[in-house]
């Protein structure tokens, strides 16, 4: 599996995470990404290349 780390300070909310992962593991609450499906997670790490803010982390467990 993988953990993944969002750094909220950083995260401005521009949903390109939730758009660009192919399982749908982030959703926007109250304007900050949030993995909310975590374990679905396949570690391709296409959010964190499309992250502008550097905010996202995928670490394999």
Same mark, same amino acid.
């Given at each position: 599996g993988y953990k993944i %780390?969002? &750094?909220t300070d950083k995260c %401005? $909310? &521009?949903g390109e995470c939730v758009d660009v992962c192919p399982v749908e593991v982030y959703e926007l609450q109250d $304007?900050?990404?949030v993995a909310v499906n975590e &374990?679905?997670?396949l570690g391709c790490e296409s959010c964190v290349e499309v992250c502008e803010q550097d905010a996202l982390t995928v670490e394999e467990n």
């Open positions: %780390t969002i &750094d %401005t $909310g &521009d $304007g900050k990404a &374990d679905e997670c």
